[in-house]
């Protein structure tokens, strides 16, 4: 039982270029989302979706797109890459129902962006 | 609109003693509240969570409050411990989504 896998760990990618970070999940959960980490800013949810084919947006989703078309995977696209999107990146999984329980949090992605 | 709101970036007490974390939040939607705990390099952890409907919840050592009039939760960890010092996340729930504070970073000294 893997949990909540995310690769790749670190990529550096320069401003203008599109690369797709990976999100799965082994533990059959309904819901997935995406956040960014940022010094200051907290957690900010970017995408969450509630099932296969379900998404929506979140606080912050402006330079990124997802899709979810299958339970396991929930792929977080960045169409063209900028600065600003320099963070960590944590993809999080629960089973649907109430929230008692919580997310479970992947190891997170590094994102640099030159 | 930061809808949860974590005002104190550091707390830092001693051994022993009682760290008190605090978070404010404005919509009245939320159902539940959670709290997190983030080592560095590391994804968020689950610690505790308390239904809107409740006013207290506790889990060991550690203890949520709700005051919904005041839309306030507050975590109280007794005692602390220096294996306790991370950076703590509030967050509250609405639907699909979690919504998190920016977070109080606890050192507890020996």
């Known amino acids: 039982n893997a949990g909540v896998t995310q690769t790749p760990k670190f990529q550096v990618l320069k401003t203008g270029q599109s690369m797709t970070l990976q999100c799965a999940q082994d533990m059959n959960h309904e819901y997935m989302s995406w956040y960014r980490q940022d010094p200051g800013m907290g957690l900010r949810l970017i995408h969450y979706?509630?099932?296969?084919?379900?998404?929506d947006q979140g606080e912050v989703p402006n330079g990124y797109n997802v899709s979810r078309s299958t339970t396991e995977d929930f792929p977080l696209r960045l169409l063209s890459a900028a600065p600003s999107q320099t963070s960590v990146y944590f993809c999080a999984s629960r089973p649907s129902g109430d929230s008692l329980y919580g997310y479970t949090f992947g190891s997170g992605t590094r994102l640099t962006v030159v | 609109d930061q809808q949860v709101k974590q005002n104190s970036p550091s707390l830092s007490v001693q051994e022993g003693r009682i760290s008190i974390l605090n978070c404010d939040y404005t919509n009245s939607m939320f159902d539940y509240f959670l709290w997190y705990k983030k080592y560095p390099a590391e994804g968020p952890t689950f610690l505790i969570s308390i239904s809107s409907i409740k006013d207290k919840n506790e889990d060991g050592r550690f203890t949520v409050f709700l005051n919904k009039s005041a839309k306030h939760l507050s975590l109280h960890i007794v005692p602390s411990q220096p294996g306790d010092s991370a950076v703590y996340f509030c967050a509250a729930s609405i639907g699909g989504k979690l919504i998190f504070g920016q977070g109080t970073e606890l050192s507890v000294k020996p």
């Open positions: 979706s509630v099932g296969a084919g379900i998404t």
